[in-house]
């Protein structure tokens, strides 16, 4: 297992951006896909973006597509989510997943570890 640590969220205008942050400590950070996920109050939880563990190919939701990306650093054992152009429905909290499965996966069930999240709010 893998332990995660979100951080980098708050209140942000509409048009405006944040970078989040997920700190890994645990089993080898390098050996597991990662990915994006959000859930807003009254929705289901939303895939919005994944990587392979070398961070080399990316599959992102086209509901974020042109405006989140996804990277990491292995080095850190840290993974990023570069939000920009942020409208009031991107407010929700978000979460980090790791997988040791292989491929780039958009479904929560396919993931094995969490973190516990970090409220965005975007003001319009």
């Known amino acids: 297992q893998v332990q995660l640590v979100e951080s980098g969220g708050g209140l942000v205008q509409a048009g405006g951006s944040l970078t989040l942050s997920c700190a890994a400590s645990?089993?080898?950070?390098?050996?597991?896909?990662m990915a994006w996920f959000r859930h807003a109050p009254g929705k289901e939880r939303e895939f919005l973006v994944a990587?392979?563990?070398?961070?080399?190919?990316?599959f992102t939701s086209d509901s974020v597509k042109g405006r989140f990306a996804i990277s990491r650093d292995n080095a850190k054992n840290t993974m990023y989510l570069r939000m920009n152009s942020l409208k009031p429905e991107d407010t929700a909290v978000y979460y980090c997943?790791?997988?040791?499965?292989?491929?780039?996966?958009?479904?929560?069930?396919?993931?094995?570890?969490w973190g516990q999240g970090t409220q965005v709010t975007v003001s319009s």
């Open positions: 990587t392979t563990w070398a961070g080399t190919s990316t």
């Open positions: 997943a790791t997988t040791s499965r292989a491929g780039l996966r958009s479904e929560p069930s396919d993931y094995d570890s």
């Open positions: 645990g089993r080898t950070f390098s050996s597991y896909g």
